[in-house]
């Protein structure tokens, strides 16, 4: 029995960020459009909205900062950026 065992990378489709920060920055700005239009969900609802586009602002300049730093070669660098 080997003592190591080689796992295969996922395919780049299912480890892009890009996806699922498009599909969440919609999702909250569409929530946002219907929560300042018709006033659902009492007071707090539009800043719940709001910080949750800033989330998703945050996460992609994450993701953009990391990618970035892979291109330069960073050390820190996240890996598998591509």
């Not at 699922?20 to 007071?43: F, K, R, Y």
């Not at 909205?49 to 960073?74: E, H």
């Amino acid at each position: 029995m080997p003592d190591t065992v080689d796992i295969p990378e996922l395919p780049r489709a299912l480890r892009a960020p890009e996806p699922v920060i498009v599909v969440g920055m919609v999702a909250w700005l569409v929530a946002t459009v219907v929560v300042a239009v018709t006033d659902l969900g009492g007071g707090s609802a539009l800043e719940i909205c709001l910080v949750g586009l800033g989330v998703g602002l945050l996460g992609t300049t994450i993701v953009l900062v990391q990618r970035a730093g892979v291109r330069r070669g960073d050390r820190g660098a996240q890996e598998g950026l591509d």
